[in-house]
């Protein structure tokens, strides 16, 4: 158990629908990432947040694609108008004093 | 860019037997990861590599932090069945240093399969 929960852990959903995942950490901490990775590959920086302050983000994340995290503790990563391309496992991740990454279970979409 | 390249891209391992698989890169870096994914699940943090040379050992798995800088490697020895999975090697990109920390870039991994 990495102390960080995500869900739904599966969603199917139709092209140009909108999707939300949320992530939980079990307890507090100041920085949150959200990862994409697609079949066959690792996974790829999408964004990351320090507290509710939005302070990265990757090229990857299109305009249809924002993250929140408006009390520093949950966040969720909505995708808008969906494409087949969005498939992907979205991952969240929080880390430790020295930086070492640990992700949650996951949310798998699948873009029909 | 940075790029992380993992050999072998598969392997079939036998029970019992020894496992080693490595990590490059043309760019030097001060941390390297290595996790491990099951099918459907999200990576979990095996080992963690802090200094040039460091050799870690997590039970079975050991990983070294190469002398250069520019690999690492990972040895699983006496394999069991539920060694099969993904194994991903991770660091901190070139924009990460003394930012963010956790945005790091992953090598596309090394699947372990069981040898029929």
């Known amino acids: 158990d990495t102390g960080v929960s995500q869900d739904p852990r599966h969603k199917i959903t139709k092209r140009g629908q909108n999707v939300t995942f949320r992530c939980d950490p079990i307890s507090e901490h100041n920085r949150l990432y959200w990862y994409r990775q697609t079949l066959g590959q690792g996974p790829e920086f999408l964004t990351y947040f320090q507290n509710e302050a939005q302070l990265e983000k990757s090229r990857l994340l299109s305009d249809r694609f924002s993250a929140e995290r408006p009390k520093g503790s949950f966040s969720t990563l909505e995708i808008q108008r969906t494409e087949q391309g969005d498939s992907a496992m979205y991952l969240c991740a929080i880390t430790s004093d020295v930086g070492e990454l640990f992700f949650g279970e996951g949310s798998r979409l699948t873009v029909l | 860019g940075q790029q992380l390249n993992q050999s072998p891209q598969s392997m079939f391992i036998q029970e019992g037997e020894d496992v080693s698989m490595n990590c490059t890169s043309s760019s030097i870096f001060n941390t390297w990861l290595w996790y491990k994914q099951d099918p459907g699940e999200g990576p979990v943090l095996l080992i963690a590599?802090?200094?040039?040379?460091e050799l870690t050992s997590n039970g079975r798995l050991t990983a070294q932090f190469g002398i250069t800088r520019k690999d690492s490697f990972l040895n699983i020895s006496a394999s069991i069945p539920s060694d099969v999975g993904i194994y991903f090697c991770a660091g901190p990109t070139s924009l990460n240093y003394g930012g963010s920390q956790g945005n790091l870039i992953f090598g596309k991994g090394t699947k372990l399969s069981v040898k029929p």
């Open positions: 590599l802090y200094k040039a040379g």
